[in-house]
């Protein structure tokens, strides 16, 4: 069956730490790859997504991830994360290309200490 | 900026009782999703329309979950009979066509939180 594992629960860290949360898919042929991020209280927010060409997307407010097709993996990094990031990160998948819907992961909440 | 708006926010109702809501898509978008988001864990995907067609449907949405976009443009989502273990957070989100590459971006609304007791 199509899944999407992230293997954080739950990621503390301080600010200016450098931060990768990873995410792994089940093979499924064509693959759409995103990473949702969820602040308190607000909704889904796209950071980046992957459809095709360079394997390194950069997305918004310094995040990039980094799509690596033999491992089936689609971590996020950051080099030096704030307070402001903290937050819940969803890494979803769209198997198929166009067609169909995402499969999500099961979040990761980052904490991150001032 | 219009997003995605869901309406209402949070819903409590009592165990038997029907529910709906509305979410009205961006602009010009042809498709509109449905999730569900339950504590600790990522959406799950219930149903799409492009345009007015439901052109797919989870297994967990079972017969008393329906969905309809009788327009193309807003969408309801009904539940009868609401049992507790409905409660939930309820997503719509909304895409417009493919993209190039090959994608579909899609943006989610704030959600309408539903609480069954």
């Known amino acids: 069956a199509q899944s999407v594992s992230q293997h954080n629960h739950h990621v503390i860290l301080s600010e200016a730490a450098s931060l990768e949360l990873g995410c792994n898919y089940s093979y499924g042929g064509t693959v759409n790859l995103f990473w949702y991020v969820q602040y308190p209280g607000q909704h889904l927010q796209l950071l980046l997504k992957?459809?095709?060409?360079?394997?390194l997307v950069k997305g918004i407010k310094g995040f990039e991830a980094e799509f690596i097709k033999s491992k089936f993996s689609f971590n996020l990094r950051k080099p030096s994360v704030q307070w402001s990031d903290t937050a819940e990160y969803f890494c979803?998948?769209?198997?198929?290309?166009?067609?169909?819907?995402?499969?999500f992961g099961k979040g990761t909440k980052l904490s991150v200490k001032p | 900026d219009t997003g995605v708006s869901q309406n209402p926010r949070h819903k409590i109702t009592k165990r038997g009782q029907n529910v709906t809501f509305r979410c009205d898509p961006i602009?010009?978008?042809?498709?509109l999703y449905w999730y569900r988001q339950t504590l600790g864990q990522g959406p799950e995907f219930l149903t799409y329309?492009?345009?007015?067609?439901?052109?797919?449907k989870s297994r967990l949405l079972s017969d008393r979950f329906s969905a309809e976009r009788p327009k193309g443009s807003f969408s309801t989502l009904e539940i009868q009979r609401t049992e507790q273990g409905d409660s939930a957070m309820y997503l719509c989100?909304?895409?417009?066509?493919?993209?190039?590459?090959?994608?579909?971006?899609?943006?989610f609304g704030e959600g309408s939180w539903l609480t069954v007791v």
């Open positions: 989100a909304s895409s417009t066509r493919t993209e190039r590459p090959i994608g579909n971006t899609i943006y």
């Open positions: 992957y459809f095709s060409g360079d394997p």
């Open positions: 979803a998948v769209n198997y198929g290309g166009s067609q169909g819907n995402l499969i």
């Open positions: 329309f492009q345009n007015e067609a439901q052109l797919e």
């Open positions: 602009s010009e978008h042809n498709r």
